[in-house]
């Protein structure tokens, strides 16, 4: 691969266990053909400790793990790292490669210099909804509120204003009427089968999708980047759903994996739709390449049980007063649950993490974590406690755990982390107009995560800087 312009799918944590899978079932599907004539090959995350996304995707980005970037969480303050370990789309921005992100993690805040972006539209854990260009603020306002309102389940509510003044502006954006319709299919279908509704999850994502398509193909970067997660949430949940056979001791029966059994298929297939789109795209446009990548992958964990409830944290308002804080002395922050993270002003730091440290659950102390700065994040996620057998300790004291802003949720699909984290991950290339010298010969090639950043750098005839690891052969 040498001079071409690139398009990066951000497949988030999706192995070649599910790849080939879906590929064998449909060799004629967009997975099936890029299985087929895609350069294929497995990375490995490098990374040491505990495997997360916002952890393995700094490390593919910037070419060096998070030994080296020690970026760790989501709201971090990154504004020393991007100095010292860019990531790729500032490089190539910087070096005059014109270049578009979306939704890529950790690309918040956007850069200080617009100067070489077509379009920079940051992650959905983002803080504020500044994009580039300012029209597409509508869009991650409303992004950003369906965060908000995001959870360990998933609700039937819509941040109304914000939908309302997105759609206003949707059509000028791109929003396709095959978008809308499924969309509304979403909405008739949880009505006639309500739980049909974790399939919101998927719903953000078809909308960012057509809004990058459309500026993909108005701008013409050349180098374009877009993450999706939509998979990898189902995975997680409904693995044994689609390989039962993975689990000695399967929690599940068949009543369940029955109704959840089309849960995976349903997000492969969105997927299916996205990469077509895309490789129509290059497919018209021989000097283009699209690459599939994810930063890590997902297996099956042995000796889950079923999730039938969890308590969890639905107001920070109230725990930060059952720990004496006054509101103006907190913020929340964007994360991932069962991880809630506080912003605090100073001198307020030590007093949160002191009576947070005191609340336990059963017996058991929560998990409290000094992040940097003034940010400090807990860890609620207590599974299968019946509602009257709920022991809360708070400094000591006996307190009713909806007085401190726990709620204690069924979860309608009764999933918790069926398949988890694991270093081995995918990257795909698609070349149609090189001829068979870009063609995939079958063969599966190793290459770790920080091999990749080098080689996308090298594509562009860019030197790569000292710190990274030689280039990858893409």
């Known amino acids: 691969m040498q001079g071409r312009r690139i398009v990066l799918y951000e497949l988030n944590e999706v192995p070649w266990r599910i790849l080939d899978h879906f590929a064998r ?20 995350a490098e990374d040491s400790g505990h495997l997360s996304p916002w952890v393995t995707w700094p490390t593919l980005h910037r070419g060096v793990t998070n030994l080296d970037h020690e970026i760790s969480h989501f709201g971090q303050d ?5 100095r010292e370990f860019p990531p790729l789309w500032e490089l190539a921005a910087r070096a005059g490669i014109r270049t578009g992100v979306f939704g890529s993690l950790h690309s918040y805040p956007p850069p200080a210099s617009l100067d070489g972006y077509a379009f920079h539209v940051p992650d959905t854990f983002a803080a504020g909804p500044e994009c580039f260009p300012k029209s597409l603020e509508t869009f991650q306002r409303f992004n950003l509120a369906m965060v908000d309102q995001a959870g360990r389940d998933v609700g039937r509510g819509i941040a109304l204003g914000e939908a309302a003044r997105f759609l206003a502006r949707a059509p000028g ?23 049909r509704a974790v399939r919101r999850r998927t ?4 909308i960012a999708f057509d809004f990058f398509a459309h500026a993909l193909e108005r701008e013409r970067p050349q180098l374009a980047m877009f993450f999706t997660n939509h998979v990898a949430s189902s995975m997680h949940r409904y693995w044994p759903a689609l390989f039962p056979e993975d689990y000695e001791s399967l929690a599940y029966d068949a009543d369940w994996l029955q109704t959840w059994g089309g849960e995976i298929p349903f997000t492969i297939a969105e997927a299916n739709h996205q990469l077509g789109r895309l490789m129509r795209f290059v497919e018209a446009n021989p000097d283009h390449a699209l690459i599939v990548a994810s930063s890590m992958g997902q297996a ?28 103006g002395e907190w913020s929340k922050e964007r994360a991932m649950a069962p991880q809630f993270v506080f912003r605090l002003v100073p001198g307020a730091v030590e007093r949160f993490v002191q009576g947070a440290s005191t609340l336990t659950v059963n017996g058991r102390p929560q998990k409290v974590t000094r992040l940097d700065g003034d940010r400090v994040c807990i860890d609620i996620g207590v599974v299968n406690l019946e509602d009257d057998a709920i022991a809360v300790t708070l400094k000591g004291e006996a ?7 726990l709620v204690n949720l069924s979860l309608q699909d009764a999933a918790g982390a069926n398949a988890y984290h694991i270093p081995e991950g995918i990257l795909l290339v698609y070349e149609p107009g090189a001829g068979p010298a870009g063609a995939g ?34």
């Not at 719903?203 to 078809?206: D, P, T």
């Not at 010969?441 to 091999?451: K, N």
């Open 25 to 44: 079932r449909d060799p004629q599907s967009p997975l099936g053909r890029l299985a087929a004539r895609a350069r294929r090959y497995e990375t490995t």
């Open 78 to 82: 990154l504004g020393a790292v991007n």
């Open 173 to 195: 954006l791109g929003l396709r009427g095959r978008t809308v319709a499924k969309l509304a299919g979403q909405v008739l279908a949880e009505r006639v089968n309500p739980q």
């Open 203 to 206: 719903s953000q994502m078809q």
């Open 300 to 327: 099956a964990v042995e000796g889950r049980e079923k999730d039938e409830r969890e308590l969890t944290l639905k107001s920070h308002a109230r725990l930060a007063a059952a720990l004496g804080l006054a509101p």
């Open 399 to 405: 307190v009713d755990h909806r007085a401190i802003g």
């Open 441 to 474: 010969d079958g063969t599966t090639r190793a290459l770790s995560t920080t091999e990749v950043a080098p080689a996308i750098l090298a594509n562009f005839g860019l030197a790569r800087p000292g710190y990274m690891a030689a280039a990858g052969a893409l």
